[in-house]
């Protein structure tokens, strides 16, 4: 499974960015993100058809995945990032396995990442 990361920029507190992720088969595709020096942490999952989205505390009601619908050949899932604050300063990673999962190690295949940084 081939997968494509997009989107990333310098944004100002408060602004919002919206990440792609395209793949060459239809997974469920999970987002991480890494800073600098610290551990890649867990944003969120979306099931392969898309029924259902999963998100990390520290996100929730912040971020959105959403995907394109079954009969899209596309593959894409997008990360929409609202409110956003300097501590969403990362590299963004879609990775993509059959089922989703909140860890990382779960994941079989993954995107190069993608700069996120958000000044205040």
């Known amino acids: 499974v081939q997968l494509q990361a997009s989107g990333g920029g310098l944004v100002q507190a408060g602004g919002s960015l919206r990440l792609s992720c395209t793949a060459s088969e239809r997974y469920a595709v999970g987002w991480f993100r890494q800073a600098p020096g610290k551990e890649r942490e867990f944003v969120g999952f979306?099931?392969?058809?898309?029924?259902?989205?999963?998100?990390?505390n520290s996100v929730r009601g912040r971020f959105t995945i959403s995907r394109v619908s079954r009969d899209n050949p596309r593959n894409t899932v997008y990360l929409q990032m609202d409110s956003l604050k300097p501590e969403d300063t990362a590299v963004y990673y879609c990775a993509a396995n059959p089922e989703g999962d909140f860890y990382s190690a779960k994941y079989e295949y993954w995107g190069q990442g993608t700069q996120v940084t958000v000044s205040s």
């Open positions: 979306i099931t392969w058809k898309g029924a259902n989205t999963y998100y990390a």
